[in-house]
């Protein structure tokens, strides 16, 4: 196995391990918010049933604490009619109330007929009526005998003898002591008395004073029978509670089961033998907790993603930086090989021309020649790298002049014949004879791409044919060689800076700036350059330039 690809393994094994680790990562942040998630459902499953109850005993809340106490408006002048209408709009207004009796009696010193006797203190009913609602009519109204079912005013009439009794008329009674005195709640209903004036309690106490009269003073009283049936139950979690109903109190434990959730609390007031009976299947809990997980797993996942993401870009950043790290390391080996070169030809011919006392024209001649050559091999490397940092810095202008294309071709087929005697270099023009352009640029193009396929053909097949046309509104620019071609895996890399295929070819005069310098030599012009290779066979450049 190689250095690289052990250092590719063991970076493969570093992101592997990361992504497994977050994974895990990922997986038990999902699987704990799950269990949170659950947990906090139930204890809502559980909590939220006070909110249902208020809800729902609401308008029994409003018929004891508002609607009951009119009847203390009407001052004990409540006739039939009047109490019937009371009556019909309780009805519409309550439907859990089933029936109101209501009583009419009068308090006074008349011991005769008397309900309640409390030594001068007489209370007596006078009329009892039953109202019951009827569908898309007014209430119906049956007369009682006074003489019986009466045990409720019984117990109210006493409440009120025993409030006359101990009352302070110096001050209005407290709402606690109105409430314990005009209201009796019992289950399934409710009696009141209409709160006498203090004015009148005042009277009342005089005549348990032995104070005589004549005078007898009206009173009301109402009970109201309830059922809890009638409730309206306000189902303020339909996500929590699948089924609420209502239920008589028993004291059997509750026991979930594990399909169901069960919870109840008991109805407060005159429905204090009820409740209310909640009931969840498991799946509908279930249901609610996935509803409420998917934010929570939106969340994590772009965490998890964020996380991956940064990963990427920082395993990016330093695979850029390693290639780029690679590429200038190579540039820098490269450039000084090319630099090494001709300075130790220079510096032979140096030491040659300082050692030799006398030198014959021939050997003169020929060390200027070695000098000059490598002067230019070296003011030609400088030159490109200049050139090539100008273009990248966009700090070239285009000079356009008008080329003649056969005599342009010509001289630089000339120029390389000459330089490389064994390399065959033939062309051919169609459709085209000038071209406007910059012919420094253009040369430079040409000078490269000539450059280049020597470089990368073997001895034997050291051949380049050109072929410049103009098709329709651009002029084409191939450039076919046989030398070794280049591997699909290595056409998106070669117009890279300072990359050069690994050959036996590429070791002489190559740092990697040729074909990366045509590219952008071509893009300044705005240009396209492209490549078709086969390995072993040869390849082509294809430039498109705008006529």
Same mark, same amino acid.
């Given at each position: ?70 009847? #203390? ?5 409540? #006739? ?17 109330? &089933?029936?109101?009796?209501?009583? @009419?009696?009068?308090?006074?010193? @008349? ?73 009796? +709640? ?50 303020t979690h339909p996500e929590l509670y699948e089924h609420i109903s209502i239920k008589q109190v028993v004291y059997d434990p509750l026991d979930n089961s594990d399909t169901e ?23 509908? +809990? #279930? ?34 930086? @390693? ?70 810095? &966009?700090?070239?202008?285009?000079? #356009? ?90 056409? *998106?890399?070669?117009? &890279? ?44 450049? *294809? ?5």
């Amino acid at each position: 196995m190689t250095k690289n690809e052990s250092i590719y393994r063991k970076n493969f094994s570093l992101i592997v391990a990361f992504i497994v680790l977050i994974s895990a990562i990922l997986v038990a942040a999902l699987l704990i918010a799950y269990g949170l998630t659950r947990k906090y459902v139930e204890n809502e499953f559980y909590s939220n049933k006070i909110e249902v109850l208020e809800k729902t005993m609401q308008p029994y809340n409003d018929l004891t604490l508002n609607k009951i106490p009119e009847i #203390t408006a009407y001052q004990g002048y409540l #006739t039939q009619a009047s109490a019937a209408k009371y009556a019909d709009s309780v009805f519409s207004d309550y439907p859990f109330v &089933k029936s109101i009796d209501f009583y @009419h009696f009068d308090i006074s010193s @008349h011991r005769e007929r008397a309900t309640l006797d409390n030594g001068n203190l007489s209370i007596s009913v006078r009329n009892v009526f039953n109202f019951t609602p009827v569908e898309g009519k007014k209430a119906k109204s049956v007369k009682i005998n006074a003489e019986k079912n009466i045990d409720d005013f019984k117990s109210m009439a006493f409440k009120l003898s025993s409030f006359i009794k101990t009352a302070d008329t110096a001050r209005a009674p407290t709402s606690d002591e109105l409430f314990k005195t005009f209201y009796d +709640i019992k289950p399934n209903k409710i009696s009141y008395i209409n709160n006498p004036r203090r004015e009148e309690i005042k009277i009342y106490k005089d005549l348990l004073a032995n104070e005589r009269s004549a005078s007898v003073y009206q009173q009301d009283m109402m009970t109201f029978h309830l059922s809890p049936f009638g409730l309206d139950i306000k189902n303020t979690h339909p996500e929590l509670y699948e089924h609420i109903s209502i239920k008589q109190v028993v004291y059997d434990p509750l026991d979930n089961s594990d399909t169901e959730m069960f919870t109840e609390i008991a109805l407060p007031g005159a429905f204090s033998d009820y409740k209310l009976y909640f009931q969840s299947n498991n799946g509908f +809990i #279930t249901k609610e907790t996935v509803r409420r997980f998917l934010p929570v797993t939106g969340l994590v996942l772009a965490v998890y993603l964020f996380i991956v993401l940064i990963g990427w870009l920082i395993y990016r950043n330093l695979n850029v930086n @390693h290639k780029l790290f690679k590429l200038q390391y190579d540039f820098i080996n490269n450039f000084t090989h090319e630099f090494k070169t001709p300075v130790s030809v220079i510096k032979i011919a140096g030491s040659n021309l300082r050692s030799d006392s006398e030198l014959t024209t021939r050997q003169r001649m020929h060390y200027g020649k070695i000098l000059d050559e490598e002067a230019d091999k070296l003011n030609d490397l400088m030159n490109k790298l200049l050139s090539f940092t100008q273009l990248e810095n &966009k700090s070239i202008h285009l000079k #356009t002049e008008t080329i003649d294309l056969k005599a342009f071709v010509e001289k630089y087929i000339d120029t390389f014949t000459i330089k490389y005697p064994l390399f065959k270099l033939t062309y051919e023009i169609k459709n085209v004879k000038s071209f406007d352009t910059d012919p420094v640029l253009m040369g430079s193009i040409f000078q490269n791409m000539i450059d280049n396929a020597y470089k990368y053909s073997p001895p034997e097949r050291k051949e380049l044919h050109i072929v410049v046309e103009r098709i329709k509104k651009e002029l084409v620019l191939r450039f076919r060689d046989k030398g070794i071609g280049i591997p699909q895996k290595e056409i *998106k890399n070669i117009f &890279k800076k300072f990359y050069r295929i690994e050959s036996l070819y590429n070791q002489n005069g190559s740092v990697g700036l040729g074909l990366a310098f045509c590219k952008e030599l071509v893009n300044f012009m705005n240009g396209d350059i492209t490549v078709s290779s086969k390995v072993n066979e040869g390849s082509e450049f *294809k430039i498109t330039l705008p006529y």
